[in-house]
């Protein structure tokens, strides 16, 4: 037994009984009249949600781009666990592995709206309060940071529509807000599944010119063996999971101008990737502070600034043939921090113009260190890379009304980016310095726009349309890391990366002829140039040298990141929603979304190619009656790689969840619910050399929920 397998179980019950005593002593001071649960009466209209799509509130019926919010309400029907969860049965938006994120490998969670992801790093900006949550160096996102109790709503912009949120926003934006509490309240929740424990608990606090909430939330999870049942051997272990977060807010009317808040996040996560050998944990700290001034015109003046830093330990190995034995391949630390703000302000009813401006800066920084070449018992080469990356910009954009039925809208915004002190040291163990490079400085800048329509063509019905251009800049570890995967895949970095640039449209009908119905129908175009993605450079049919990777095991595969040329996505979205009279509920949404390879220059077999991780159909069904909802989700095939050799078969999983009902007592409620009901073996990734991974089996929860208060 290694020190890690006796130490870790301990480690885990004693982190689980420390949060629990830490949840229980959110409990408030005296509690306060029961909360009734969520009642699930009607669609909301259009007119009445307010999103921060372009930077500045505005209700959905007035963007001219496909939006969807996620309410409250919604999280609550939903089956799902963690925020990752919930997003899964977001038209549109998919995972490059759609894992649940207790078993998931960080670099498998990257989130993809139409069509354009397919590598670890999210072409999707994802905010928590404005502020990102994807990581500052890798470009990942760990979903299980922001507790699902806290969330108020998810706004989901598909598309780069949005000028106003700048470099890491190409395909679209994630923007989770949580609760702003004007009232005491407490909330506590246990959930026994059938391969885990879960609990969160909120404490809320406020008055009339303060509020606030503190909430924590733990995981320990047995897991699943994720290897598909016929490829399993001695090696394959359930990928179990364990973490806690915790979580606070402030918010104060420091005048009768001036808003301040502030919030933190604590995140601690420990995983095992499948196997005795490949475990990585994770520790992560978040803070922000800002301000809002109210002008006596009307406008605002809003500032942010936040800080992140983690530590981020993870191990690989290789697995033979036969799944029976492996050894380590490598062990990284990777240390990263990134700072940042942003000031915006915004001066509505400036006659017929709605007008925002504002500037925003990253900078982020990150070194790893990695031992990997094991031989006779022992890593013998010592590999450190790193840098420093600044992105900053500047926008403008206006909303004009043009009578009582037309809107345009229009925005531009300047980037700036800059990566500097870029390095690769390679040396032997104990010995000599293999190699020393320090890459050049690089730098650029790009001016991207986005144009409007917005048509009130009845009181029921509105067309829209927009036109945009955006960029994403590479992150630090596509610039300096390579990395190996499982299935004995090496991927070289790449530090001469240019950004990638997209070019996009679309047109849209929202069609609402009364409170219970909502029809929205998208179609969309895009273009992006100089994408980024993993190219296979040669597949290993016996152990050997292949440069760039350097040694690569047979069956292995040797990949770089390169600038492949140019892809193509277009789709048409659809999305009904019904609610009828009797308490029923019906909703489904389509996407079709084929996204190509339709220029690589220097690699003509590439043309043609679907982008690996994008389904050309994905569709959600939910059914809804007398407190219980049967959700449907279909995920087309899709390929796991550039050259479309691995190709990840197609799955319909269905789930059950009951409404929280009262049980004896007007505080306390319990739901029920079943994931996967059917037991589908349904593929998550299909590596080019066979290896099948699948999503969980059926599995069974009771959610049981003391609520107090607002």
């Given at each position: 037994?290694?020190?890690?397998e006796a ?5 885990r019950?004693t ?5 629990l005593l830490?949840?229980?002593g959110?409990w408030?001071a ?6 009734d649960p969520v009642?699930a009466?009607s669609v909301?209209a ?7 799509a372009?930077r ?7 963007i ?19 925020l990752q ?8 938006l998919?995972f490059?592995?759609?894992f649940q994120?207790g078993v998931a490998h ?9 069509g354009l992801?397919g590598?670890?790093a999210?072409?999707t900006?994802v905010?928590?309060?404005g ?12 979903w299980?940071?922001?507790?699902v109790?806290?969330?108020e709503?998810i706004?989901i912009?598909r598309?780069g ?11 679209g934006?994630?923007?989770v807000i949580t ?5 005491g309240?407490f909330?506590a929740g246990?959930?026994?599944e059938?391969f885990?424990l879960?609990?969160?608990a909120?404490?809320?606090f406020?008055g009339?010119?303060a509020?606030?909430y503190?909430?924590g939330?733990?995981l ?6 994720l290897t ?7 090696v ?7 973490h806690a977060?915790?979580?606070a ?8 101008r ?5 919030q933190g996040n604590y995140?601690d996560?420990?995983?095992d990737n499948?196997?005795?050998?490949r475990?990585?944990?994770?520790e992560?700290?978040?803070g922000?502070i ?11 003046l809003a ?6 830093s983690q530590?981020?330990?993870n191990?690989f190995?290789?697995v033979d043939?036969?799944r029976?034995?492996e050894?380590?391949s490598?062990s990284?630390?990777?240390?990263s921090s990134?700072?940042g703000?942003?000031?915006?302000w ?15 800066i990253l900078s982020?920084?990150?070194?790893a260190s990695?031992?990997y070449?094991?031989r006779?018992g022992?890593?013998?080469r ?5 840098g420093?990356?600044?992105l900053?910009g500047f926008?403008i954009?206006?909303?004009?009304r043009l009578?009582d039925r ?5 925005g ?6 800059r990566?500097?002190a870029g ?7 104990g ?5 020393d490079?320090?890459?050049?400085d ?6 991207s726009?986005?144009?409007?329509v917005?048509l009130?063509?009845s ?5 829209r ?6 960029l994403?800049?590479p ?5 300096y ?10 991927n070289?970095s ?5 950004p990638e640039?997209v070019l996009?449209a679309e047109?849209g009908?929202d069609l ?9 129908l ?6 992006v ?10 597949e290993a049919e016996?152990?050997?040298v292949?440069?760039p990777?350097?040694f690569?095991a ?6 770089r990141?390169?600038n492949?040329?140019?892809l193509?996505?277009?789709g048409?979205?659809?999305e ?7 308490g029923?509920l019906?909703?489904?949404?389509h996407?079709?979304?084929p996204t190509?390879?339709t ?7 590439l043309?043609?190619?679907?982008v690996q991780g ?5 569709a959600?069904l939910?059914v ?6 049967v959700?449907g ?5 899709r390929?796991?790689n550039?050259?479309n050799t691995g190709?990840i078969?197609?799955s319909f999983l ?7 009902t009262r049980?004896?007592v007007d505080?306390?409620t319990y739901e029920?619910g079943i ?5 589908t073996t349904a593929e998550m990734?299909?590596d ?11 599995s069974?929860f ?8 607002g």
């Open positions: 037994m290694t020190l890690r130490v870790l179980p301990a480690l019950r982190r689980r009984g420390f949060l830490a949840l229980w959110l408030p005296a509690a306060l009249e029961a909360q009642p009466d909301i259009l007119g009445e949600l307010i999103v921060s372009l500045a509130p505005t209700s959905v019926g007035e001219p781009v496909n939006v969807t919010t996620v309410t409250r309400e919604e999280l609550r029907l939903s089956a799902a666990q963690t969860d919930v997003l899964q049965e977001v038209p549109g998919n490059r592995f759609p994120a960080p670099s498998w969670q990257a989130v993809t709206l139409r992801g590598t670890a999210s072409r900006l905010l928590v309060d502020v990102p949550l994807n990581d500052p160096y890798f470009g990942w996102v760990r299980s940071q922001v507790p109790e806290v969330i709503r706004e912009v598309g529509a949005t000028v106003s949120w700048g470099s890491q926003s190409l395909a934006v994630v923007h609760r702003s509490p004007r009232a309240g909330t246990l959930r026994p059938d885990a879960r609990g969160d909120v404490a809320s406020g009339d010119r509020g606030g503190v909430a939330e733990f320990d999870s047995d897991g699943y063996i598909e049942p016929s490829l399993r051997g001695a394959d272990i359930p990928s179990a999971s364990t977060t915790l979580r807010k402030v918010e104060i009317e420091a005048g009768e001036l808003r301040i808040h502030a995140f996560q420990d995983k499948a196997t005795p050998l475990n990585n944990t994770t992560a700290g978040f922000q800002g301000a809002t001034l109210l002008g006596e015109d009307g406008s605002t500032f942010n600034t936040y800080m992140q530590s981020y330990v191990s190995s290789s043939a036969a029976d034995s050894q380590p490598i990284q630390d990777v240390p990134g700072i703000a942003n000031l915006v915004q001066k509505p009813g400036l006659g017929s113009h709605n007008l925002t401006l504002g500037t925003d982020a920084t990150g070194e990695e031992q070449l094991f006779d022992a890593f013998t010592r590999r450190e890379t790193g420093d990356q600044t900053y926008f954009q206006d909303r004009i009578g037309w809107q345009l809208y229009g531009l915004r300047f980037d700036r980016w990566n500097a390095m690769r040291r390679v040396a032997v163990i010995g000599d310095v293999l190699t490079n320090a890459f050049e690089r730098s650029g800048s790009k001016l726009h986005n144009l409007g917005l009130d063509a009181d029921a019905a509105t067309l349309g927009s036109f945009y251009s955006g994403r800049v992150t630090l570890n596509e610039l890391k390579p990395f190996r995967a499982a299935g004995n895949v090496v070289e790449n530090e001469a990366l240019n640039q996009g047109v009908l609402q002829p009364d409170p219970t119905v909502l029809i929205r998208t179609a969309f175009w895009a273009r140039s100089d994408a980024i993605t993993d190219v296979t450079i040669q016996t152990s050997g292949i440069q990777c350097g690569v047979a069956g292995g595969v040797c990949r990141r390169d492949v040329g140019t193509r996505s277009v048409l979205e659809t009904i929603e019904l609610r009828p009279s009797g029923w019906l909703a489904v949404s996407q079709f979304n190509e390879v220029e690589a220059p220097g690699r003509p077999d043309i043609g190619n679907e994008s389904p050309a159909h994905r959600i939910r809804g009656y007398g407190g219980i909802y959700t989700r279909y995920l087309g095939s390929f796991d550039d050259l190709e078969a197609g269905v789930d059950l969840r009951t409404q929280p049980l004896f505080w306390l029920l994931q996967n009901i059917f037991d990734s299909h080019a050399n066979g290896f099948i991974r699948v999503a969980a089996p059926r069974w009771i959610g049981w929920r003391a609520r107090f208060g």
